[in-house]
């Protein structure tokens, strides 16, 4: 993935002037020698100038972790804390930050060296919101040495999202197809969390795309799509032009991303797209995709922006789907039913026409896209990846703008089932407990779009913490059935 940022955290220890100093330093030790011996050493810098005390020592501290290249921040409380140049600290360093503090190690310590950061957190928490100044707080943030580096840890993820987000542009073409509405956003909110965005008319693309007929680097680009594809090459007729596509997108985003270092595509896939391109564009998505740079369907931004959220968080490809139809009874009752602890309703399929990435389906065929060429000629509907997705655990997801311009978002964990789902285009057999009801008072009560975000794999707690350190004003999620949504019939 190089088209996310590396992270690394630089850890600062903190001490108020009187306590002893020594319990900082230690404890900052112990936790960096923990974090080294558990996880990638090459994650963290341990900041050596100083144990911060003063505003001085804030401003050395800022300089040292910043001269070393670090990207995001862990406040660390070995004692109480200097509440002030301690949110000074985070205030003034430009990146994602955390704070956590040291639990006291034993009894022997407590007559004469107890910390006290567990009581140093809640002066840090409220002088935090006087400055108005965002950070990642862990569930329980007071932790011995070990403890402490699991929550770093898990704050990579978690950075990674925060920092690539700020460094984020995102490139659509054209406009929403028609009857498309519900993939149409208000872009304020993306300038809001420092995300670019670049749109552009689909004869832009038309251009571009012609100026790149007879590309010398087409045959290569051919060679490595038909190694991706082996069998399932069904459609080798239309690689080249799809080559000549891919080509012409990769040298959009190098010659547009200016600023910012990291890029997400919005594209437009339909009517006119094919019948002037010639194919359609689902497995070159499919593609880049793969290599960490999103390209959602439908000219969906906030889809893409979803996309890339996800791509930072689990380091990893991800898809977008519609959340497309219920499951056939006859099939529920044969392959999931006392096989699977899932109820009807907590099953669904999630499809689209051929985006997903190869290394997320369980096989794949080139082919053309079956609903498209019932109204197209089907020569000029080719180029979709299909494939039944792969079984495993997945995160369903969406970051989303509501018409007034105000952020909510879901997430839900579960996992695509591995039943054959008899049907076509990029699909799975999904099920998320509590599905139906997730369905009716999250998806449906607060107006989201089709198109879900999928991370392969239970990242829903880093998501969560992602969007609420942005922001978000509602985030749901599929609730227990002993929690009942606001606008849910108690009687039901």
């Known amino acids: 993935m190089n088209n996310i940022p590396e992270i690394k955290i630089g850890i600062v220890a903190v001490s108020r002037d009187c306590f002893p100093e020594s319990l900082s330093v230690t404890r900052r030790e112990a936790l960096v020698k923990a974090y080294a011996a558990k996880y990638n050493a090459a994650d963290i810098y341990e900041c050596p100038v100083c144990i911060v005390e003063s505003e001085i020592h804030m401003q050395q501290a800022l300089a040292d972790i910043k001269a070393a290249g670090c990207n995001a921040l862990c ?78 840890n898990e704050f990579v ?42 749109e552009n008319s689909e004869l832009d693309l038309f251009e571009a795309f012609n100026k790149h007929e007879g590309d010398p680097r087409i ?45 997400a595509i919005a594209g437009k896939c339909w009517p006119a797209f094919q019948t002037q391109f010639g194919f359609v564009p689902c497995y070159v998505n499919s593609r880049l995709t793969g290599k960490g740079i999103p390209v959602s369907c439908e000219v969906d931004i906030y889809g893409a922006l979803s996309e890339y959220i996800g791509t930072c968080v689990s380091d990893d490809a991800v898809t977008l789907l519609d959340i497309n139809n219920s499951v056939p009874r006859d099939m529920y009752d044969a392959s999931i039913k006392g096989v699977f602890d899932y109820t009807f309703n907590d099953t669904f399929m999630a499809f689209h026409c051929g985006n997903t990435c190869s290394s997320k389906l369980s096989a794949c065929s080139m082919k053309n896209q079956k609903i498209m060429a019932r109204s197209l000629p089907e020569e000029v509907t080719n180029g979709t990846l299909e494939g039944d997705i792969v079984p495993g655990d997945i995160t369903f997801f969406r970051l989303q703008s509501t018409a007034d311009s105000k952020l909510k978002a879901y997430i839900a964990n579960g996992e695509v089932l591995p039943v054959a789902t008899q049907s076509f285009g990029s699909i799975g057999v999904f099920a998320i407990n509590e599905m139906g009801r997730f369905y009716r008072h999250v998806l449906i009560e607060d107006n989201f779009p089709h198109h879900g975000a999928v991370a392969f794999g239970h990242h829903g707690k880093a998501l969560f913490e992602v969007f609420k350190y942005l922001g978000v004003e509602k985030i749901g999620f599929n609730r227990p059935k002993t929690m009942l949504y606001p606008t849910e019939n108690p009687f039901a």
């Open 75 to 152: 406040v660390y409380l070995g004692n109480f804390g200097p509440e002030i140049s301690e949110t000074m600290l985070a205030q003034n360093f430009d990146g994602p930050v955390m704070f956590c503090a040291a639990a006291e190690e034993n009894t022997s310590i407590l007559s004469d060296n107890r910390g006290d950061a567990y009581c140093g957190m809640l002066n840090a928490s409220y002088n935090l919101k006087l400055r108005n100044t965002k950070v990642y707080i862990p569930e329980y943030p007071v932790g011995n040495a070990e403890e402490c580096a699991d929550m770093i």
């Open 157 to 198: 993820p978690i950075a990674r999202a925060l920092a690539g987000i700020r460094d984020l542009k995102i490139i659509s073409f054209g406009p929403r197809p028609l009857n498309f509405l519900a993939c149409n956003a208000p872009i304020y909110q993306l300038y809001q969390l420092g995300v670019e965005i670049e």
């Open 219 to 263: 045959a290569d680009v051919v060679k490595d799509m038909e190694a991706e594809l082996g069998a399932g090459n069904k459609k080798p007729e239309v690689l080249a032009k799809l080559a000549q596509y891919e080509l012409t997108l990769l040298d959009w985003i190098e010659a547009h991303k200016g600023s910012k270092k990291y890029v």
